[in-house]
């Protein structure tokens, strides 16, 4: 099972920070001479309001990505940990946009000499840092991550509190 990044809306407090750490750990140099070359503000994780609520979306790093399963030039693929976008194959169709369940994918110009739009998504900063910047700098604590071990132990604790539960009202 594939970790990924889970956000607690009630904690999310809309501050954006998670955007600006996402954008600062994919650029190659510093962010405010990288913003002032033209290089675009390009965050891997969307901060969402929406009746009253505010949420981080991000990719989910799905086991059977439909974003994969719709890329015409297989441009998306599973490494092993996460889903990924090989930006050198991608031409910016935009199917994979279509089938993103969550509206994680996203496409745009993510360096400033880049002539063709190209997907992007959450990568879990791979090769960028030993954690995902976006749960490091979450001031909410809103974000973190789950790995394949840690959801497998929520379900089965799950799964006997509902037994508990079942037990319980039986009686």
């Not at 099972?1 to 009630?10: C, D, E, G, I, R």
């Not at 745009?108 to 000499?113: I, K, P, V």
């Not at 909410?140 to 790995?147: D, E, I, Y």
């Amino acid at each position: 099972m594939n970790a990924f990044v889970l956000a607690v809306p009630s904690r999310c407090i809309g501050c954006r920070a998670c955007e600006i750490a996402c954008v600062d750990a994919h650029m190659d140099s510093d962010m405010g001479r990288a913003m002032e070359n033209g290089q675009p503000f390009s965050p891997r994780i969307s901060v969402v309001r929406e009746s009253g609520v505010t949420a981080p979306i991000q990719c989910r790093q799905c086991e059977d990505a439909p974003c994969a399963k719709a890329c015409p030039v297989g441009a998306i693929s599973h490494n092993g940990k996460s889903v990924v976008v090989d930006a050198e194959r991608c031409f910016g169709c935009k199917a994979c946009l279509a089938a993103c369940p969550i509206g994680a994918m996203q496409v745009g110009r993510t360096e400033a000499e880049r002539k063709v739009p190209v997907a992007y998504k959450c990568d879990l900063c791979a090769g960028h840092r030993d954690n995902p910047a976006c749960v490091a700098v979450c001031p909410a604590g809103a974000l973190s991550v789950f790995s394949g071990e840690a959801l497998q132990k929520l379900s089965a604790s799950r799964r006997r509190e509902n037994v508990r539960l079942m037990s319980y009202e039986g009686k």
